[in-house]
């Protein structure tokens, strides 16, 4: 069995919704010798998430947006956790409910998602911020 593990910073993504699958397949070349195996994703930060999804629309992505901020909005006055500001407490809220990891299959040493699918950053502050990614991908060789 292979197992290879790296930490890659990804660039600092604005609020939102970013496609990050392109950059991952780039960062982590070692994906290519496993025949089958499972890539698992783990973001480093409590105020940003991951998740997998459309990936051709973008409005989606902006749908996205637009629903979590609804679902969970700022300034509310029973926020006690407000040190950053005041998306601080929302940013953590949002991560909670999508997650700090994605599984992915890997099939002859590429992702085996879906035609339409695509691994989300979900950035949950106002300021663009540098985000770390560990990445473990595991399976039989090539």
Partial sequence: MNIFQKTISLPPFGRGFHLITSIIQREFPELRNIRVGLLHIFIKHTSASLTINENADPTVRRDFESHFNKMIPANMPYYQHN???????????????????????????????????????????????????????????K
Wanted: aromatic share 6%.
């Fill in 83 to 141: 040190d950053e500001g005041p998306d601080d407490m929302p940013a953590h809220l949002k991560s909670s409910v999508l997650g700090s990891s994605v599984t992915i299959p890997i099939t002859d040493g590429r992702l085996n998602l879906g035609t339409w699918q695509g691994i989300y950053l979900c950035e949950h502050r106002d300021h663009p911020t540098s985000r770390k990614l560990v990445l473990t991908a595991y399976g039989l060789p």
